[in-house]
């Protein structure tokens, strides 16, 4: 019942900038928590940032202080302003929702966007 519409990804140089968004839409519930995921070919998808519909945040270690999730409520769109970009941020990023209804764990995925992070 929710679709997630990702945008931003590309290539940049080290120490760039990048900022992704995913837009968010159908039947999605007034308390959710949204977030970023990562993957590169061959390891597991990892968790970057996620944030509830409260504004409570959780980062990955390897990206304190570089990356900030943030989200627009009225627009249901997700945010992940990416600074100081490393080769090793190079990853498939997907945006995510999740929401309890009736009990059950409903969960939902973007299909990705490619950001590239070489000289």
């Known amino acids: 019942q929710v679709q997630l519409a990702e945008s931003g990804g590309g290539l940049v140089q080290p120490g760039g900038s990048l900022r992704l968004s995913c837009a968010a839409s159908g039947r999605i519930f007034r308390f959710n928590t949204m977030g970023w995921y990562r993957q590169v070919p061959g390891k597991p998808r990892e968790l970057v940032a996620e944030?509830?519909?409260?504004?409570?945040?959780d980062y990955a270690d390897s990206v304190k202080g570089r990356f900030t999730i943030s989200r627009d409520n009225a627009k249901n769109t997700l945010y992940l302003q990416m600074n100081s970009l490393k080769p090793e941020d190079t990853a498939v990023y997907y945006c995510?929702?999740?929401?309890?209804?009736?009990?059950?764990?409903?969960?939902?995925w973007g299909q990705g966007t490619q950001v590239t992070v070489s000289s």
């Open positions: 944030i509830t519909s409260g504004g409570n945040t």
């Open positions: 995510y929702l999740r929401q309890l209804v009736s009990g059950s764990l409903d969960e939902y």
